[in-house]
């Protein structure tokens, strides 16, 4: 019995949308462990409480996001057996044993340090208590290894053989590290970095703009844009090199993200221009208009000027995956990267210059404006670049060997309709709590009368109001 084409798309959509909420927490929660493990391991190197002061501040808002991504992540595993139990299935002999792996030596590894993070400030030595971060750090970079391992495999499957409708892994070596793991994990990674560094310098503009604690979050604006000014090319780079690899594995993937429709033209040569913007024609073979720069695409690709890119005319009609989506969702989230190229180099210009000092800060208000706003630039680009690669791999499920209607639980409409609704209640109560207790801990501001938690629960320093006198000040209210 064949499915509902209309069960089959519901129940795309459902997993469509649980990832693409899913997808907004884990990148923040691997990128700012990294930076909590920095700032703690500054104040255990400095003895500078303002550095202790950042990292208690930001690991609230850790909790809150890895929470979130704890509740969806679960949620999206229970969606792959409820609606894609065949994929789940035949996929299980290397599928579902990296997502063992993945539970194995990364979400338990992490959860075991997480509460020692949590909860063990004033109760284990302070050298302990960095090195749960480290490892908080280490574990959630690791659970992104594995999953990107699997998502991978799905977009260039090797080492495996589909014999009887089941994945039978015949080189783990070659499973393992196929041809997209290789830029394609590096590439998360680092927009995970980048996404954190993003979040701690708008949330540090805001209090800027504020006047609140400006001694405290100008440190870590400057850091952050410091580093993201290495980071933000970077990502620039390895995008191309993943694109490159798309090119020649997934060269259906390629003509669709950029809309290349044509191998040659009319006159025999090789279209080499690229699509800048335009919209397909009714017929779905074409551009009904376009602006477009010869040779443009050759040069982003083949990095020649007259280089062969496979078109979609060179794809059979039942292989090809639809353009709309990809093409501009890939222009988007490219443009959200370059952006923050600019945005990083004005802020390390503005530090070079001396004008990110303690005394005048807050007087570039444009800069902090285009910072503040600048935050969502790296949930725009993961969220686009992840319907990229996803919607860009149909109409397969994993890449020239399972098509997605094969892969999709036999449901009814009415069942399908249900997870939908289901999913999507869940999914924006988690969304909502997480904004509401994010804006909450944000207004509230850091803590800075508790005294600095130290080894034996005895303070390094004290900081509520003298007995008689003024308030004592902080010492991060020194020069830096």
């Known amino acids: 019995m064949q499915d509902s084409p209309l069960a089959v798309l519901l129940s795309r959509l459902d ?5 693409s909420m899913h997808i907004l927490y884990p990148p923040l929660t691997i990128g700012l462990a990294m930076l909590l493990f920095f700032t703690e391991w500054r104040w255990l190197n400095s003895q500078d409480e303002a550095w202790y002061r950042l990292t208690r501040f930001f690991e609230k808002l850790f909790v809150v996001n890895f929470a979130a991504g704890v509740a969806t992540g679960i949620t999206m595993e229970m969606a792959f057996g409820i609606l894609y139990g065949p994929f789940s299935q035949a996929a299980g002999p290397f599928f579902g044993q990296v997502l063992g792996y993945e539970t194995i030596t990364a979400f338990m590894y992490e959860a075991g340090f997480i509460g020692l ?5 004033g109760k284990i030595s302070r050298r302990m208590h960095l090195f749960a971060t480290f490892n908080v750090a280490l574990s959630s970079s690791l659970s992104a290894m594995w999953i990107m391992d699997a998502n991978s495999w799905m977009q260039t499957p090797a080492g495996v053989l589909f014999k009887n409708g089941i994945f039978q892994v015949t080189d783990w070596a070659a499973a393992l590290l196929n041809p997209d793991v290789w830029l394609g994990f590096p ?57 490159r690899v798309v090119a020649d594995d997934q060269p259906a993937a390629l003509a669709a993200m950029e809309g290349h429709y044509h191998t040659y033209n009319a006159d025999g040569s090789v279209d080499t221009s690229w699509q800048v913007i335009g919209w397909p024609n009714a017929k779905g073979d074409d ?6 720069i010869p040779h443009a695409l050759s040069l982003i690709e ?23 989506v990809p093409f501009y969702a890939f222009r988007v989230m490219v443009a959200a990267g370059f952006a923050l190229v600019p945005l990083a180099f004005w802020g390390l210009f503005l530090l070079l210059r001396g004008r990110l000092g303690a005394q005048n800060v807050t007087a570039q208000r444009w800069f902090l404006r285009a910072v503040l706003a600048g935050g969502v630039l790296p949930y725009v680009s993961v969220w686009c670049g992840w319907w990229v690669r996803e919607v860009c791999r149909q109409p397969w499920v994993v ?8 892969g999709v639980s036999h449901m009814s409409v009415a069942a399908a309709a249900f997870w939908l609704v289901g999913y999507m209640a869940f999914e924006l109560t988690v969304w909502g709590s997480v904004w509401y207790f994010l804006a909450k ?21 004290h900081l509520e109001p003298a007995p008689h006198g003024p308030i004592a000040t902080p010492s991060y209210i020194r020069p830096i």
């Open 302 to 324: 083949t990095h020649t000027w007259n280089g062969k890119v496979t078109g979609l005319d060179d794809i059979p009609a039942q292989a090809r995956p639809s353009v709309v």
């Open 15 to 19: 997993f469509a949308w649980i990832t």
């Open 187 to 243: 590439h998360m990674l680092l927009a995970a970095l980048e996404l954190a560094l993003c979040f701690v310098a708008a949330i540090s503009a805001w209090f800027l703009l504020n006047k609140r604690h400006v001694a405290l979050f100008r440190r870590s604006l400057v850091y952050t844009v410091a580093a993201l000014a290495v980071v933000a090319p970077l990502q620039v780079y390895l995008g191309d090199g993943l694109g």
């Open 117 to 121: 993070m949590i909860f063990g400030w």
């Open 399 to 406: 890449y020239g060997l399972m098509r997605t209607e094969q």
């Open 441 to 461: 801990i944000v207004r509230r501001g850091p803590d800075v009368t508790t005294p600095v938690v130290a080894e034996g629960q005895q303070p390094l320093g």
């Open 287 to 292: 551009f009904a208009w376009s602006i477009s």
